[in-house]
């Protein structure tokens, strides 16, 4: 889309689960701020979120792009991680491949992708195993 | 129900926020499964949870809830503690569990709140 009114980067750390979340909450702030409707805040930071988890949870961090236009916010997630084998099986609620570690701060229980299919209304994912994936979701306001 | 009366209900003691008791609480959930809390938006206003860590407050802001309340005499770390601050967010402990603070919730009146999305 032509109408773009701002775009926003950020690099995802792989090493760093406190800081998981950081990119989604400031999206969340800047929406706000561009006087967003609380309703199209919550899907994007919801979305965003549940993949920059997956993003440190299953690759090794990556890169979080945001295109805020007026009609429709597009986020796209790029990682260079192991790739997804069976996509079906992965957007199937309550099937995960995720450590303990994960587990034991309140994720890895497979509802990841599932939400971020719930809440944009857009959802492309390419994957590459051993290359990378990239999911691409859009919300339109 | 405002936050002071979950603070009498469930015995608990004010973290951060003070600042904030007087805030109505709508309805809330409890979990421990911070993907669990994402799939179900609703107009909830407050989580219970027996999880401490930095996830949960980035859970909650991304969900819009304003008040935390940790089960199970777990108490935060500073950093937690800070996060909440600067997000104006209200964290209370409770030693009651889980299920116990929710049922106890329940019973004064708060509900679980109805799906807004």
Redesign the interface.
């Known amino acids: 889309m032509s109408d773009i009114v701002k775009t926003l980067h950020y690099d995802v750390d792989p090493k760093d689960f406190d800081s998981v979340g950081e990119a989604s909450g400031k999206t969340k702030n800047v929406l706000r701020q561009l006087g967003f409707p609380p309703e199209v805040l919550r899907r994007v930071a919801i979305a965003m979120y549940e993949g920059e988890i997956n993003m440190v949870i299953h690759a090794n961090g990556g890169t979080a792009d945001v295109e805020i236009s007026p009609k429709q916010i597009k986020i796209t997630l790029k990682d260079n991680g192991p790739g997804i084998p069976d996509i079906e099986k992965a957007m199937q609620k309550g099937y995960s491949t995720a450590s303990e570690e994960a587990r034991s701060l309140g994720f890895g229980a497979g509802m990841g992708l599932f939400n971020m299919d719930t809440y944009a209304d857009e959802l492309n994912i390419t994957t590459k195993i051993g290359v990378g994936t990239t999911v691409e979701m859009i919300i339109r306001t | 129900m405002k936050v002071k009366q979950v603070i009498q209900i469930l015995d608990s003691k004010i973290i951060t926020g003070e600042e904030f008791i007087e805030n109505d609480v709508f309805s809330a959930c409890g979990s421990?499964?911070?993907?669990?809390v994402?799939?179900f938006?609703k107009d909830q206003g407050m989580l219970l949870?027996g999880?401490v860590?930095?996830?949960?407050i980035?859970?909650a802001?991304?969900?819009?809830i304003h008040t935390i309340v940790f089960v199970r005499g777990k108490q935060p770390d500073d950093?937690v503690k800070e996060m909440a601050k600067e997000r104006d967010m209200v964290i209370l402990t409770t030693d009651y569990p889980l299920y116990v603070a929710c049922g106890k919730l329940y019973e004064a009146g708060l509900s679980g709140g109805r799906p807004?999305?």
């Open positions: 421990d499964l911070m993907s669990d994402l799939a938006v949870t999880l860590n930095p996830q949960v980035r859970t802001e991304m969900m819009d950093s807004t999305l």
